[in-house]
């Protein structure tokens, strides 16, 4: 009789395999869909579009619809501020930073980048729609005073980043700013063309 030799390695479930694949195939739809910024949006938009009819329709869960927003801000903050904080720079030592008579030019790095920041809003809205499903988080709340209490937590918290962007004098978005296009041909003074 022969002996079947013994492998060390186990087998793989089902399950884990599936599971594999599933996480390979989901990043690579997302590694295709980083350079389509708006079409990204979009889609996102329309999911904030059916969680909020669909929250409207329902005349509930408030709460989870405000903790959504309170992360959602929470995702703000970081998506605004700059990665490198010039106040905690200037605590540092300041040996990195410009002085005022030396200033160098250092493009605005975010702390929080685009593409973590749409995926992280995506996935909040996907959780808390999938939420709206469970009667359990339904709690009755007057929804009027989470709707201003978090009015007042965006206005202060949106007064104390333009305060600081305005200090520290820089621009957290793309549009506005100057483009520069390369070297342009130098172009002849003469009327005349030579073949």
């Avoid at 809205?125 to 007042?152: G, H």
């Avoid at 937590?153 to 104390?160: A, D």
Wanted: charged share 20%; proline share 7%; aromatic share 20%.
């Amino acid at each position: 009789m022969e002996e079947v030799p013994v492998d060390d390695q186990s087998p793989v479930s089902p399950f884990s395999k599936w599971r594999d694949d599933f996480s390979r195939a989901f990043q690579y739809f997302l590694d295709r869909s980083a350079p389509h910024i708006v079409n990204r949006w979009l889609g996102t938009l329309a999911a904030a579009a059916i969680y909020v009819l669909r929250v409207y329709y329902l005349h509930g869960f408030f709460v989870i619809s405000y903790g959504l927003g309170i992360y959602i801000l929470n995702l703000l903050i970081g998506f605004m501020s700059p990665k490198v904080d010039p106040e905690l720079e200037v605590l540092d030592g300041g040996a990195s930073s410009p002085t005022k008579d030396s200033y160098e030019y250092r493009p605005f790095t975010r702390r929080l980048p685009e593409f973590k920041f749409w995926y992280a809003i995506t996935k909040a809205l996907c959780v808390a729609f999938l939420m709206t499903f469970l009667s359990i988080f339904d709690v009755p709340v007057f929804w009027p005073i989470l709707f201003f209490y978090w009015f007042f937590l965006f206005f202060l918290t949106m007064k104390r980043l333009i305060t600081h962007m305005i200090k520290h004098r820089y621009v957290p978005f793309n549009f506005g700013k100057q483009k520069y296009s390369g070297k342009r041909p130098a172009q002849s003074t003469s009327g005349s063309r030579r073949d």
